[in-house]
């Protein structure tokens, strides 16, 4: 049952504590970090590319970000995937605004490419770019629906081996042999930055933890952010309840809100 299966991977979280490396953007870096405390890991923020040989050894996943992509990075992102295959360690990448400029899409493919072990984690609009579809791209935020990035994710998913996670008012999990539907978490997320990008650093940890799907980091997501938009006013509000929420979820709220199909 898969209930059980996201309950075991949010325990093993807790109890591995996994290092997950960030190479991620600006606008993000304290909230993912937080987050990724509260969920019961352990995040370190690094770029730079001579450490990234000794990081990788001993870290349990490379989160790579693209939010504020700089082409000073680009060199430093690859090295980092390259040195995460060495160690088998997984990749998550986040193809940030993937569609809205030729540097984005091609460094979100180039990194693609690279990865042996990789989760993408993007809503629609990136999916589909990506995926070299005709997406609606305004910046950052995704301007279609989840559902309509399926397509897309299985194309992602044959191609570069990878498992898709396509996040929006319904997230889809698309691995090769399994599609799984949540209709979690609330309408105020997208008024939040960062709540993609904190998923991404989430799957990290639950990729480092044994969870190579997406699936139990949407979930714990989900639900934490539904209970947190029961508590706020607003936005602002609302990112201080997500790191509560994220502390604080039992295996209880789990069973009794998980929309899963
Ligand atoms: N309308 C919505 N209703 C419920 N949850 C949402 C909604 N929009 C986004 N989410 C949730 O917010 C998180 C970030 O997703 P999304 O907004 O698609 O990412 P991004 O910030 O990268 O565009 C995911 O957990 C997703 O399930
Ligand atoms: C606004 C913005 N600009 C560059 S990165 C970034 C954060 C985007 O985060 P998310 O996709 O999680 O909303
Ligand atoms: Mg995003």
Known sequence: MKLDVIINALGQVREQKPLVVNITNYVVMNNTA?????????????HSKEEMAEMMSFSGALVI???????VWIPRMLFAVERANANK????????GCGASTLRTETSRDIARLADSLIIRGNASEIMALAGE??????????????????????LVSEYGA????????DHIVTADDQITLSNGDAIMPYVTGMGCTLSALTGAFAAAGDHTGLAAAAVM???GEIAAEKSQGPGSFQLQLTDGLYNLTDDELAKRLKIA
């Open 34 to 46: 937080n987050a990724l405390l509260a969920v019961g890991a352990s995040p370190i923020m690094a």
């Open 65 to 71: 970000n693209i939010g504020t992509l700089d082409s």
């Open 89 to 96: 360690k997984p990749v998550i990448l986040d193809p940030v």
């Open 134 to 155: 005709n997406a609606q791209t305004k910046g950052v935020d995704a301007q279609d629906s989840s559902s309509d990035a399926i397509v897309a994710a299985r194309f």
């Open 163 to 170: 498992n898709v996670v396509i996040s929006g008012e319904t």
């Open 222 to 224: 989900g639900v934490a």
